[in-house]
């Protein structure tokens, strides 16, 4: 599986656009950027997913570079309830889970 | 719609004794099951994965077990709990590629298993 690389933790204010950068600089030609989060004691929640277009749907917005080596995640309003930890990976036939993005919005 | 359950929702067990995790899916046929484990303060870590009725595919060696005895249900055991089996377990579903509501990993609630 193709390895991601994202920061520990980020803040963002209430309000504004979060940011979310990650690097999967060996990804292949065939394989997807999933984007999940996790907010405390809960399961993991699914948020977007692309192959080589941009997308977007009603949670967030999904940016790839053309040459698909890194992309952000875009919270467009982050509230207080995004805080969360979220996941970037690269999707081979399993779901294999990094260290993630500790997201913390503050007022 | 799909649904995933997951029970039960916490547990407290003795060290020695054993385990049995029930994980059942509603609304599609024949999915791709899993089961996570994450320690306190951990990433969450694949343990099994299920593509059918009775075939399973162990990702980390360690004292527990799966099965799958039928289509939507997948179980997660071990026959002697050690300290270390503390942890949140997760239960996942994907459907087949062909499905097209749903795209990624839909996950259960969790069990939150404190072994003391």
């Known amino acids: 599986d193709a390895k991601t690389t994202q920061p520990t933790s980020m803040d963002c204010a209430e309000g504004r656009a979060a940011n979310l950068p990650c690097n999967h600089s060996?990804?292949?030609?065939?394989?997807?950027v999933y984007w999940y989060r996790q907010i405390h004691s809960q399961g993991p929640q699914y948020i977007i997913h692309?192959?080589?277009n941009n997308e977007t749907n009603e949670m967030a917005s999904l940016i790839i570079t053309e040459d698909r080596k890194s992309s952000t995640l875009i919270l467009p309003h982050a509230t207080l309830r995004d805080t969360a930890v979220y996941y970037c990976?690269?999707?081979?036939?399993?779901?294999?889970f990094g260290q993630g993005t500790e997201l913390s919005v503050k007022p | 719609s799909q649904t995933i359950h997951q029970w039960p929702a916490t547990l407290v067990q003795p060290v020695g004794s054993p385990l049995s995790l029930e994980c059942t899916v509603e609304?599609?046929?024949?999915?791709?099951l899993y089961w996570y484990r994450q320690a306190a303060g951990r990433g969450l870590q694949l343990l099994f994965y299920s593509v059918g009725i009775g075939q399973i595919s162990s990702e980390v060696p360690q004292n527990l077990s799966a099965s799958r005895p039928q289509d939507r249900q997948f179980i997660l055991s071990s026959k002697k709990l050690l300290l270390s089996d503390s942890g949140f377990y997760l239960c996942a579903w994907r459907a087949l590629l062909r499905d097209r509501v749903n795209y990624g990993y839909t996950f259960g609630s969790g069990t939150r298993l404190t072994v003391v």
């Open positions: 609304g599609t046929s024949n999915p791709n």
């Open positions: 990976i690269v999707l081979r036939g399993k779901l294999i």
């Open positions: 692309g192959l080589k």
């Open positions: 060996t990804i292949s030609g065939n394989e997807y």
